[in-house]
């Protein structure tokens, strides 16, 4: 209860999922807006990934192309959580809307793979 005693703009989990379920679930219920850590974090992951590509495919690309290209990344995660994640009363569940997103983008691979 102490931390809802006051009610921040938002909260963002900057760490790798540092809070318990129990420690969101009053967030999520005080209907703030709670950034999880998978969806923060998700930046430094894609930049990675986008350092990977330009390395195995030998590509150099400026700091503003990585930029947009990050960008557009992180854009679309939002969508995703946006998406998946609005409940009936207009609220977005940032947590539900990331954890399904990434199911989905998994069900979708494999799918396409043919092992599902």
Request: hydrophobic share 40%; glycine share 8%; proline share 3%.
């Amino acid at each position: 209860d102490r931390i809802l005693s006051y009610k921040p703009l938002c909260v963002a989990e900057v760490s790798n999922m540092g809070c318990t379920a129990e420690a969101v679930d009053p967030l999520i219920h005080a209907k703030m807006l709670f950034a999880p850590g998978n969806a923060v974090n998700a930046g430094g992951v894609a930049t990675s990934g986008l350092e990977m590509t330009q390395n195995s495919m030998r590509l150099h690309w400026s700091a503003n192309e990585v930029d947009e290209r990050l960008h557009y990344i992180m854009h679309s995660i939002h969508e995703q959580c946006v998406k998946y994640g609005k409940q009936p009363d207009g609220y977005i569940d940032y947590v539900k809307g990331a954890n399904v997103a990434g199911f989905m983008k998994v069900a979708n691979a494999m799918m396409a793979q043919g092992i599902v």
